[in-house]
């Protein structure tokens, strides 16, 4: 038998997450309906003018919409469902029209899903941006106790400089009996003095 070929797919349609023709919302109260081909990728929505992709006509980016919903028309139009933009972006709201009411409500979780996507990028992002601050990467830091090192020879001479000075100039600190002549005093001097020079060159 004759092997018949199925029609391919547009070159992007494959790595879709979703395709198809829906009625599109110009805008403004008077907004005009036209068929758009719509590729909704990841947390992008890519406008064509027609399946062989060639003129995108719009890029939206989903994480600057906080849902899509319902859209409940006046004229009590079927099948229509809206993008409600975040409050404070400088986005539009975007209406839609589906062929049908299961395409319309596919086309509804297709979209949510994209928001969820595009709002976890926009975090990811942030962590990324945060991991990279100084503060950030010094907070968790393990501190290093700090080791005291030993006195220098330098240091020990100028300490034992200091004492000795101290003893020479003060002998009476020494003397704590209240009878100490004179006499007692100049010999505890000569003492101290001798035990300073001897530890003095101890150190040396």
Partial sequence: GVKEESPEKPKHASTADKAGWIKKSSGGLLG????????LRKAQLLVYEDEDE?????TVELGSYDKC???RALLKRKNRFILIRVPGNKVHNIKFQAPSGEEKEEWMKALNE??????????DEVKVDESLSLDHVTRGRVKVAQV??????THLKESFRRVRWQ???HPRRECKDTACTPQDIKGRRGKWQGWSQTAMDDVI
């Fill in 167 to 169: 003893l020479l100039t």
């Fill in 148 to 153: 005291r090192r030993p006195p220098t020879r």
């Fill in 69 to 71: 919903q319902d859209l």
């Fill in 32 to 39: 005009l309906w036209r068929e758009r081909y719509i590729l």
């Fill in 114 to 123: 994209g928001i969820n996507r595009g709002k976890n990028k926009i975090l």
């Fill in 54 to 58: 060639q003129k995108c006509l719009e």
